[in-house]
C-alpha cells in the first residue's frame, strides 16, 4: 500500500468505535508498512489472547514479536507514532505498541494464526504457544490469572491443539508438564 493511503487509513481509525478492532487495523497498518523492511511483527501477549478469546481477556496495549532497531524505530515514526522507553505511541488513536518479545521465539517458527482484516495482513501468535507462555506464567510465577486463561484457552481450542506440540514443548520442565496434564484431563486431550 501506498504511504498516503496507509495514513489516511490511520487517521481513520477514530471512527472505529471497538478499540480491539482499532488496535487489530492499526497493527494491519504497522505491518504492511514493516513489510516494506521484510519485518513482520508477530501479535503476542495480552493482545493476541484477546484475539483468540474474542474479547474475552481485554488488554490496552499491543505487544509484538519484533526486533528492535532504527528501522523499526522509523516504521512507527513514518506513521505519526512517538517513541516514549520501549513503547511506540499514538495518543491522538488511543495506541500504544510493545516489543517485548524479541524475535526468534519459539512461536516464531511454529504454526501461527494469520488474520485479514479490511485487506491488512496480521500474524498472531499460533495458540499452542499463548497457551504455553500462560502456563508458563502460572507455573513459574504462581499466576492464577494466568492460569485461569491457559484453563479458558484449553477449553476454546481443545478440539484444535496440537497436544503432540504441547507435550514436546513442555517435557522438560516438570511442573510444566503437571499443569498441562492437567488440563488436558479435562478436555480428554
Known amino acids: 500500500m501506498d504511504p498516503v493511503t496507509r ?15 482499532r488496535r487489530m487495523l492499526a497493527l ?8 516494506e523492511d521484510g519485518l513482520e511483527p508477530i501479535l503476542v501477549g495480552g493482545a493476541a489472547l484477546e484475539f483468540y478469546t474474542a474479547g474475552g481477556y481485554a488488554t490496552g496495549d499491543v505487544d509484538l514479536a519484533l ?26 488513536l488511543d495506541l500504544l505498541f510493545e516489543a517485548p518479545a524479541p524475535p526468534g521465539l519459539p512461536g516464531e517458527t511454529s504454526p501461527r494464526t494469520v488474520v ?25 510465577w504462581k499466576s492464577d490469572e494466568d492460569r485461569r486463561w491457559a484453563r479458558r484457552l484449553v477449553h476454546l ?7 503432540v506440540y504441547l507435550r514436546e514443548r513442555t517435557a522438560a520442565i516438570p511442573e510444566e508438564s503437571t499443569a498441562l496434564e492437567a488440563l488436558a484431563g479435562e478436555v480428554g486431550g
Do not use: N
Request: hydrophobic letters at 45%; aromatic letters at 8%.
Open 28 to 35: 494491519g497498518l504497522v505491518a504492511d508498512r514493516l513489510a
Open 157 to 163: 481450542y481443545s478440539d484444535r491443539l496440537d497436544w
Open 67 to 92: 526486533e528492535s532497531s532504527p528501522r523499526v524505530d522509523q516504521a512507527f515514526a513514518d506513521l505519526g507514532f512517538r517513541k516514549s522507553g520501549r513503547f511506540w505511541v499514538r495518543e491522538d
Open 7 to 21: 495514513l489516511t487509513r490511520l487517521q481513520a481509525l477514530p471512527d472505529e468505535r471497538d478499540p480491539a478492532r
Open 116 to 140: 485479514e482484516i479490511d485487506g491488512l495482513r496480521v500474524v498472531v501468535i499460533g495458540i499452542e504457544d499463548l497457551l504455553i507462555d500462560r502456563l508458563r506464567a502460572a507455573v513459574h
